[in-house]
């Protein structure tokens, strides 16, 4: 089960880090990648971080986002530096057993947390 958390209202320029918790003993083993959906569009990739922490970005992000996880926590975090109004829409994360940027390998799925970046 995921969990993701830390979305909020945030001004342009701005940073939200947001976090995904999971359970069970072997999240370590999953790759873990952040999407999301604005009204009025289809869901995007975002980040991606592997197993052994290696990471890719969608272009848009790259430079601005940095994705981590602290197996430790059973956490992934997405770390989100200037923040712009494009940046809006419902985050989510995923686990699956393969790093990829395609939502059909990811086999489980958080509930989604809001970003509203404002002008």
């Known amino acids: 089960q995921l969990q993701a958390s830390g979305g909020g209202l945030v001004q342009a320029g701005g940073s939200l880090r947001l976090s995904c918790a999971a359970s069970?003993?072997?999240?370590?083993?999953?790759?873990v990648g952040w999407f999301r959906q604005a009204p009025g569009k289809e869901r995007a990739f975002v980040a991606a971080i592997s197993r052994r922490s290696n990471s890719y970005y969608t272009d848009s992000v790259k430079d601005r986002f940095t994705i981590s996880r602290d197996n430790t926590k059973n956490t992934v975090y997405l770390q989100m530096n200037s923040l712009k109004p494009e940046d809006t829409a419902v985050y989510y994360c995923a686990a699956g057993l393969n790093l990829s940027g395609s939502s059909p390998y990811y086999d489980y799925w958080g509930q989604g947390t809001q970003v509203t970046v404002s002008s």
């Open positions: 069970g003993r072997t999240f370590s083993t999953y790759a």
